[in-house]
């Protein structure tokens, strides 16, 4: 088969597979962009990862500031009513007890 009649850039003879092209440098610039892209990529799903982490965070700080709030009214509550038990009963221990008179008429 004779390629004389094509132009030099599309001849191929068996001494061209041996003188391939060095693509390493290609290959290096290339890996380069795929990481930066692949770093940027990640950057971007962290940051929406930890923002709703934060999103996350601060709801149940709500909810669990709410249920505090809750039960330190429910505390005060109770404090009160203790604190009124322990008046009734020290107005009852204060009270004078008539005993019967449990000597016999001999």
């Known amino acids: 088969m004779s390629y004389d009649g094509l132009p030099k850039y599309l001849r191929f003879s068996a001494s061209d597979a041996h003188n391939e092209a060095d693509w390493s440098g290609w290959n ?8 930066d892209t692949l770093a940027a990529e990640r950057k971007i799903v962290l940051e929406a990862i930890a923002e ?39 107005a009852e221990k204060a009270k004078v007890i008539d005993l019967p008179n449990l000597r016999r008429a001999n």
């Not at 290096?28 to 990481?35: L, Q, R």
């Open 52 to 90: 709703e982490m934060n999103n996350l965070v601060n709801e149940v700080h709500d909810h669990l500031a709410d249920e505090v709030k809750g039960l330190r009214v429910e505390v005060t509550a109770l404090e009160e009513t203790v604190e009124q038990l322990r008046s009734i009963i020290n």
């Open 28 to 35: 290096t610039w290339a890996d380069s962009k795929i990481a």
